[in-house]
């Protein structure tokens, strides 16, 4: 069972050098941004099969953790591409 | 120019709720397992960033209508208030104090007056962060 988990340690890295690539070459600003939170969830996958090598639960509390960072990151720059502010001062309707 | 951002508002309106009771627990939890008062508080920032990334500063301030400034203060003093309590006791100062009582839902329950120290360290993460974030976003 062991091996199972550092064979898919070793699939989730390779997602995640294919992210990074997408990252840095990425034309616009929005392919970044989708490959920034596609590597959220690539790190939350591999600190959910490291929390399994290790045989710990303290880690899980960051899988949640992480998840809600890297939602309101995303939530936070697709604002600012839209709409050029990310905090709004007045009601807009 | 008009917008419509009702799928984030009502994602908002739900998400907020799990992150609000994430960060609570992760609170609670940090005396065992890890955690505490400045994830915790961390934690709580974000879900009202997400409120104020959702809706405006606006509207997020009357439906929170804190002084994040007070919040700072009052974490401070409950901080320097649990380490002060030490005097009255005739210990050393930071000296904390930990009992089992049977509490009516909870059961036996361990109270320790860290859990206090940690509150006002919650306190001022929120207010700080809070008061960072407000005074940048409504900068024109």
């Given at each position: ?59 899980l ?33 | ?72 203060a009052?974490g ?47 306190l001022?993460v ?15």
């Amino acid at each position: 069972m062991m091996t199972f988990y550092w064979v898919a340690l070793l699939i989730i890295s390779f997602a995640f050098v294919g992210l990074l690539y997408r990252l840095i070459k990425g034309p616009s600003i929005a392919d970044r941004i989708v490959a920034l939170d596609a590597l959220g969830v690539a790190l939350v996958s591999i600190i959910a099969l490291l929390s399994l090598i290790l045989e710990t639960k303290f880690f899980l509390a960051i899988i949640l953790l992480l998840s809600i960072l890297a939602f309101i990151g995303t939530v936070a720059f697709a604002k600012f591409i839209e709409r050029g502010v990310i905090f709004d001062r007045k009601p807009n309707r | 120019m008009k917008t419509n951002d009702v799928m984030l508002q009502t994602a908002t309106k739900v998400v907020i709720f799990i992150i609000l009771l994430f960060a609570v627990h992760i609170f609670f939890t940090g005396h065992y397992t890890p955690g505490g008062g400045f994830v915790g508080g961390l934690l709580t920032a974000s879900a009202i960033v997400l409120l104020m990334l959702a809706f405006d500063l606006d509207t997020v301030k009357k439906i929170l209508p804190l002084n994040y400034v007070a919040m700072v203060a009052v974490g401070l003093l409950i901080a320097l208030g649990t380490a002060g309590a030490s005097i009255v006791f005739d210990v050393p100062f930071f000296t904390h104090a930990y009992d089992y009582f049977d509490l009516p839902l909870f059961g036996k329950t361990s109270l320790h007056s860290a859990a206090l120290f940690d509150l006002g360290v919650y306190l001022v993460v929120v207010g700080v962060t809070m008061t960072i974030i407000q005074t940048i976003g409504e900068d024109e």
